[in-house]
């Protein structure tokens, strides 16, 4: 009847095979199911039916093609759902035929009168329901044949296998285009993130910077502190050598009026020249070393007052530091009492570094010895250093028998800001800037061991030379030779 009166002949495998070939060539999923619908409507002459597929809850089949409203919603616990995973197809004939219970065929009834079906052809992929065909009558009204029961199954895999890979290939894209997102965010807050980082590092850099001046400032303050509580002596030992200079020459100016008047005058003997050439000379040898004396002091206050800022690096004299230090405190040991024993026991006791900042610490290092004898009553005490050289490193002990410090300030002498001292009468940064020095200009190490009652020693280890200078200027460990002092060797104040 249909083909008589409908005109309906297909071929059912070449079908299959042009909807196949259609099927491969295309991923999208609206494309094969309108495709999908059109080779069954045209094929089989059906009035009215739909394309369902399981949701992405994976909890109810949903019409997909043609959208019909309202949206059809099918449980995928329904029995109906249960009944087609037992059979390739279900058609309301054969209800009667199943051995199923009054209930379970009024469920599914009722359901395929409510989605108007005739016929249900599963989309079955490796034993799951993906997806349903839902079919009305045929035009004709006639039933559905085994030919084309079979048809329809056939369709059916290859659709099944169809919508597959259109679903993975829209998951597919959605990742892609997820994952492109992400990237564009995370690449902005990248951008955002290093500009941040790039104005932390400038914040940080000028921090820095800012904190390199106050450091230098702060040892500017210290040392100009130091050289403050030292002015008083450094007038005296100035004025003595200049008055007794002064007083010299006027001496010497005296004689040499004596000598210009005594050189016409016959009554004055070859032995009175000789006299007075005699007592110039020695007005001379002492003028010439009351001026070395002012000198020296001079040369040990420009050591000790060089611009801390100065990055300059030379191969120097420990014992010539030490005796400018001995010079400069010379005053101060003498009011207190003290004095200074240097010993060596190398014949080269050389550093490579700044000598100004070597003899600010040894400067801080002796004063604070001085200090240490205010509370005892024992009279000309003595201040040692000892010059020693231990594996390539030069070791200077600076060593008092003074107060001592207690066992629990041992811990914190080096914290900044710290003082045994009276309050007024120390910074507490001294032995701060102390290691600071040592540490970061000469790669050394200075520690400390006191006893109460006994005395401190402080321990200063220095490497005799710059490991990245000696590489790049083949810096040779031989040094000058320096001048010799010999054991227990004071120095003069």
Known sequence: MDRVFFRLRYDPKKRLEETSAILASTLQLDDILSHLWTTISTALGVRHGQLLLLQPTQEHYGSAHPISEP???????????????????????????????????????????????????????KGDIIGLISLGTKESGSFFTADDIDFLCALANQGALSISNARAYQAIQEFNADLERKVDERTQELAKTNAELQTSLRQLGQAYQ????????????????????????????????????????????????????????????????????NEMGRLVRATHQWVEKAAAHIRSLKTHTRDLGSTEAQIFSV???????????????????????????????????????LGQVLTNLIVNAIDSYRTTARDHEEIAVEVSEQNNTLEI??????????????????????????????????LSIARDLITNFFGGHISVRSTVGQGSEFLLRLPRHNPAERARHDIPLSFPTAPAVSQGETLPS
Do not use: W
């Not at 303050?221 to 010299?248: D, F, Q, V, W, Y």
């Not at 001995?326 to 490579?352: D, E, F, K, N, W």
């Not at 410090?405 to 309050?423: G, M, Q, V």
């Open 71 to 125: 949206h059809t919603l099918l449980p995928v616990t329904h029995p109906l759902i249960r009944e087609l995973r037992q059979r390739r197809a279900l058609s309301s004939y054969d209800l009667d035929a199943r051995p199923l219970s009054a209930d379970v065929q009024n469920s599914i009834r009722q359901d395929m009168q409510r989605l108007n079906a005739q016929l249900v052809i599963p989309f079955t992929l």
């Open 210 to 277: 800012d904190l390199q001046r106050s450091q230098e400032n702060l040892l500017r303050a210290e040392k100009m502190a130091a050289l403050g509580r030292l002015t008083a002596g450094i007038a005296h030992e100035m004025n003595t050598p200049l008055g007794a200079s002064l007083t010299s020459l006027k001496l010497l100016q005296e004689l040499v009026e004596e000598y210009q008047f005594s050189i016409e005058d016959t009554t004055v003997q070859a032995a009175d020249h000789q006299d007075l050439a």
């Open 319 to 357: 014992l010539q530091i030490i005796e400018d230090t001995g010079i400069l405190l010379a005053h101060r040991l003498r009011l207190s009492q003290c004095s200074l024993v240097v010993s060596c026991t190398t014949q080269q006791p050389m550093l490579y570094g700044d000598p100004g900042k």
């Open 397 to 430: 002990r600076i060593r008092d028998h003074g107060s001592g410090i207690p066992a629990d300030h041992l811990e914190r002498i080096f914290d900044e800001f710290f003082s045994t001292k009276p309050l007024g009468e120390g910074t507490g940064l001294g």
